[in-house]
């Protein structure tokens, strides 16, 4: 039988974080002054193979995963990320591969992703306003190689959504423009609050736009009606602009934490498991994988660990203190 958690929630999603390294400096994730030159990333033996990768994701899949998210640190820049792809894609039980991406490098590789078996890319882009884009992800980037990206995306008929970091005095005034955008290019998107992971990104309350607060700006200009969840764990609210085919959603997991929903298990770059996004530590399965541990084993550890798990970080948040890992390390 599958098992549930200790609040009885089921096991569906497995995050799998390819790589801790990235070629943007988000201030919200990866400030430039905390991943500087100098910043130890993990060492390549410490990284899994794509073999171990996808032993764990055919365990988890046995263990009721059905759904497979690509992401990291910036997923595209792990060499071969297609064959990943391809040999996840044979796992019985996964009936859908994501990948999450900053985009920059998805022109170049959609084609081979989508023939691997991707189903959908989710591509963060936070302004279309170039200095706000280049001044949130740190090194200058330019919003045309991301939308170049997500061009060549639909191209090769992978799903996209795109997600969307709102911080207070940073790009609110974004809100709107990304909203007018999806609507012409009928595309869905999602609106995230700014959250309090990792120890780095200097993160203060007053720095987020409660969810109350987009639909506030978003109702100056569109019609919203709101959408039922279509899947059990949905972490967005939804909602369709003016009667046509984008959708709007807003993931609030600071103003309206939905952690009784929370479906998801994460699996760092190094073979660590983490049961919650927040979480202080993970469990190290690299012993197992790499020792003489059989398939039975590493599922029976798994389930242990999910069965112990009673995570609801964003519910009690400001009443837990542990140190938090870094998101671009276990995987957004
Ligand atoms: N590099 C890829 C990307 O940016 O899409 C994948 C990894 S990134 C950690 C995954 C997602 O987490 C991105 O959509 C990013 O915007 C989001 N994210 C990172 N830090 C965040 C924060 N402090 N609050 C809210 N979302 C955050
Ligand atoms: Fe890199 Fe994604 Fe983090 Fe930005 S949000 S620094 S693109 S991992
Ligand atoms: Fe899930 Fe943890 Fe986020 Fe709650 S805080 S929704 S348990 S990842």
């Known amino acids: 039988m599958n098992p549930t958690d200790r609040l009885q929630r089921p096991l569906h999603d497995l995050r799998i974080s390819v790589t801790d390294r990235c ?23 410490e ?3 794509f073999e171990e990768i996808v032993r764990l994701t055919r365990v988890a899949s046995r263990l009721g995963v059905t759904k497979a998210r690509l992401t990291g640190g910036e997923p595209l820049l792990r060499r071969g990320l297609d064959d990943l792809i391809a040999m996840i894609a044979t796992v019985p039980g996964i ?5 999450t991406t900053n985009g920059t490098l998805l022109a170049h590789h959609a084609e081979a992703l989508a023939l691997a078996g991707l189903s959908r890319v989710t591509v963060s882009l936070d302004a279309l306003n170039p200095d706000t884009f280049g001044r949130m992800n740190g090194v200058g980037a330019k919003v045309e190689r991301v939308l170049s990206g997500i061009t060549a995306a639909r191209t ?4 996209v959504k795109i997600n969307c970091v709102i911080q207070k005095g940073v790009n609110e005034q974004e809100i709107l423009p990304l909203a007018r955008w999806a609507a012409t290019e009928q595309l869905s998107l999602r609106f995230i609050e700014f959250m309090d992971v990792g ?3 200097h993160w203060d309350a007053r720095q987020v736009v409660p969810a109350d607060e987009i639909l506030t700006h978003l109702r100056t200009e569109f ?3 709101p959408l039922q969840p279509t899947q059990a764990g949905e972490t967005a609210r939804r909602w369709r602009l003016d009667n046509g085919p984008t959708e709007i959603g807003i993931i609030a997991s600071v103003s309206q934490p939905f952690c009784r929903a929370c479906n998801r298990l994460r699996l760092s770059a190094d073979g660590r498991i983490y049961t919650c996004l927040f979480a202080s530590q993970g469990h190290d399965l690299r012993p ?8 039975n084993l590493l599922e029976a550890t798994l389930r242990g660990l999910w069965s112990a798990r009673d995570d609801r970080y964003s519910e009690l948040r400001g009443q837990t203190h542990a140190p938090k890992a870094e998101m671009s390390y276990l995987g957004g």
């Open 23 to 45: 070629n943007f400096r988000c201030r919200y994730c990866m400030p430039a002054e905390e991943f500087g030159a100098d910043h130890a990333f993990l060492p390549r033996e």
């Open 47 to 49: 990284i899994l193979t």
């Open 95 to 99: 009936e859908d591969i994501a990948l």
């Open 156 to 159: 090769f008929d992978l799903g």
């Open 199 to 201: 120890e780095t990104n």
């Open 223 to 225: 019609r919203l009606e």
């Open 288 to 295: 197992l994988l790499r020792g003489a541990a059989d398939d």
